[in-house]
C-alpha cells in the first residue's frame, strides 16, 4: 500500500469520525442564542434596534451566533432546541400569544437553557408568578430618568470585572417586587445619590440604602441573569454596558462566573 493510498483512507476514516461525533447525543451543540424583542400592548423602548444590533456584534467578536426576533412562533421544543441562551431583550407585558409557547419555554428552561433579562424584561408576563422568580422580580415602577451611583457587589464576576467599584450611571432606576431567594447580587444602586419621592412607599428601608440592579442565580435548572440597566439607545455603544452584558451572556451559556485573572 502505497503512502499516497494510506493518507487517502486515513483522510476518509478521520472525516467519518468527525460526522459520527456530531450527530452523537450530548455532543457539544453550537453556541447560538436567540434575541427575542417582542412587545405586548403599552410601552414600547426605543432602543431595540441598537440594543440587538450590539448583541449580534457582541456574538461576531466572541464567536456564537445571534438570532433576532419578535415572533412568539419561535418558542417551540424544535426551536429552541438550537439555542444555549435567550436573551429577552428589552421585552415588555404580553409577549406570548399561546399557552403552548409558555410550556415550551419552561421545558426549555427546566431542560437547563440560559436565560438572559435585559431591563425592561423584568416587566413582560406581569401576571405569570413562574417568569418573575425566572428573572428575579417583577417591576413595580421607576422615579424619573436620572444619573444615581452604582455599586459593584461582586467585582469578579466575568460580568462585572470591567467596571469600577462604583461608577455614575445615567439610567431609569428599576424597582422590583417578588424577589426570590437566592440570588447573587451583582450591582446595586445607592438609593442615596437617587432623587426618588417614592422611597418611602417602596422600596423603604429594605435594603438599607441600596437595591439590586443586576443578578445571577439558577433556577429550576437553568442559569438565569439579569440587569436593570439599558434604557437608553446610546447605552448600547458603552462599553461599561456591553461588556457586562457580555459576561451574562456567556454565564448563561454555561461559562464560569469568575473573570479570567490576568497576571
Partial sequence: MDAMFRFRIWGIMLSLLVLLTASLPGATPERRVLVYTKNGKGYVHDNLAASSAAIQKLGAAHNFAVDVSDDPAVFSDQNLKRYRALIFNNVNNEIFDTEEQKAAFQRYIRAGGGFVGLHSACGAMRNWPWFWELVGGKFVRHPKLQTFTIKVKDSRDISTAHLPKTFSWTDEFYFVDHMPKGRHILLAGDLTTLDDPAREKYPGRMFGDEFPLAWRRKFEGARTWYTALGHKPEHYSDPKLTQHILGG???A???????????
Fill in 249 to 251: 451572556i456567556l454565564w
Fill in 253 to 263: 451559556m454555561g461559562q464560569s462566573p469568575r473573570a479570567a485573572r490576568h497576571p
